[in-house]
């Protein structure tokens, strides 16, 4: 029999369905250190290359990307006000900087929709461009897209259904064309989100009061621009006054 040498070496296998736990391997006070400092779960799906060290809180005093409650289904939901947007001063970079930042350090792990709303947006001032949208979902993660359920698309005008059903299917990609569901109204915006789940601003409500009562502004239709059905009505109409002043005329 060959005598043992130093270079030999010994095999343990481990069949694949067992499991050991690391710790019971450490000493006593590698054990107390663990416990003291133990280390953060990473359960956001982000790399460290989405994580930025950029100060955003001028833009966080915005509230125009805020987290708020659950949907029914119990999807977390984020807040998008465009109003709040000032579209001139932030560039397309920083804004996909901040939506990455607010993702990851803020949204748990599981699925999640958005609540945009739309109302009295200006595109010159509020509307960073479809082509900057498209851009920064597309840097998303894979597995963030998939975590998205729903986007609400609050008073959406007519300008914005026809471009969405023109070029929303080439432009959004990854299923997003699917996930957007218009709400036309708040009101129906409660079939699917408990009221008190998601702040709405005054102003929100405020149009969407405007539009209850003139459904036709929906279509770009003002029915009454110059609101004249407001103005307090005279005693005498036009006609009546020419009429008397005919007859006036007349009889002298």
Request: with cysteine; hydrophobic share 35%; aromatic share 14%.
């Amino acid at each position: 029999m060959a005598t043992s040498s130093s270079d030999d070496f010994s095999v343990f296998v481990l069949a694949s369905d067992l499991g050991i736990d690391a710790r019971l391997f450490l000493t006593k006070n590698e054990r107390e250190q663990n416990q003291e400092n133990p280390e953060p779960d990473n359960w956001h799906d982000c790399s460290q290359n989405f994580i930025s060290d950029e100060d955003f809180s001028d833009l966080d005093l915005l509230q125009f990307f805020t987290l708020h409650g659950s949907d029914k289904s119990g999807n977390r939901v984020f807040r998008i006000v465009g109003k709040y947007f000032p579209a001139q001063v932030v560039s397309g970079e920083r804004l996909k900087k901040y939506i990455f930042h607010k993702i990851c350090s803020e949204l748990p792990e599981g699925p999640f929709c958005i609540v945009y709303m739309h109302s009295t947006v200006q595109k010159e001032d509020n509307s960073p461009g479809i082509t900057i949208l498209r851009w920064i979902y597309e840097e998303l993660p894979a597995v963030i897209k998939d975590r998205l359920q729903t986007v609400y698309f609050i008073h959406p005008g007519l300008r914005s259904r026809l471009v969405f059903a023109t070029l929303g299917r080439f432009f959004l990609s990854g299923g997003l064309y699917w996930k957007i569901k218009y709400v036309s109204r708040l009101q129906y915006l409660w079939d699917d989100i408990k009221k008190g789940e998601v702040e709405i601003p005054e102003f929100v409500q405020n149009h969407d009061n405007i539009l209850e009562n003139r459904p036709l502004t929906d279509y770009g239709i003002e029915p009454d621009p110059f609101h004249l059905s407001e103005m307090p009505t005279t005693a005498y109409s036009f006609g009546r006054y020419a009429e008397r002043w005919s007859s006036r005329e007349f009889a002298s």
